[in-house]
C-alpha cells in the first residue's frame, strides 16, 4: 500500500521561504497526478497546487502564483512545494495528495505557520 511521509513545515516570518517534502512508499509513483493542498482553522480544504504525473504541466491557487512554485522528482518518489515570499494567511496545515482514477491517497499534514 502507497504510504506518504510529509516534511519541512515550520514557523517562519512573514517574507520567508520554506520546502516542504513528500516521499511516497511507492513502486509506481510516476502514474499519479500530485498535488498539495491546505486546510486552516475554520475553513475548507483548498487545493494549493498540483503537477502532473510527468511533470510537464502544473496549476496553482491564485493566491499563490508567483509565490509557490510545485515540482516532482520521480526517480525519489517525491514531490515538493517551494513556498517563497510568505504571508500570515498562507498559515495552514498542508497535505500531501496523490490521485490516479479511484484512487486518492493523502499524507498526515504537516503544520505551517507564518506569524512575526
Known amino acids: 500500500q502507497v504510504r506518504l511521509v510529509e516534511s519541512g513545515g515550520g514557523l517562519v516570518q512573514p517574507g520567508g521561504s520554506l520546502r516542504l517534502s513528500c516521499a511516497a512508499s511507492?513502486?509506481?509513483?510516476?502514474?499519479?497526478?500530485t498535488s498539495w493542498y491546505r486546510q486552516a482553522p475554520g475553513k475548507e480544504r483548498e487545493l494549493v497546487a498540483g503537477?502532473?504525473?510527468?511533470?510537464?504541466?502544473?496549476n496553482y491557487a491564485d493566491s499563490v502564483k508567483g509565490r509557490f512554485t510545485i515540482s516532482r522528482d520521480n526517480n525519489k518518489n517525491t514531490v515538493y512545494l517551494q513556498m517563497n515570499s510568505l504571508k500570515p494567511e498562507d498559515t495552514a496545515v498542508y497535505y500531501c495528495?496523490?490521485?490516479?482514477?479511484?484512487?486518492?491517497?493523502w499524507g498526515q499534514g504537516t503544520q505551517v505557520t507564518v506569524s512575526s
Open positions: 503537477i502532473t504525473s510527468t511533470g510537464d504541466n502544473t
Open positions: 511507492a513502486f509506481t509513483f510516476e502514474i499519479y497526478t
Open positions: 495528495n496523490l490521485r490516479r482514477g479511484y484512487v486518492n491517497i
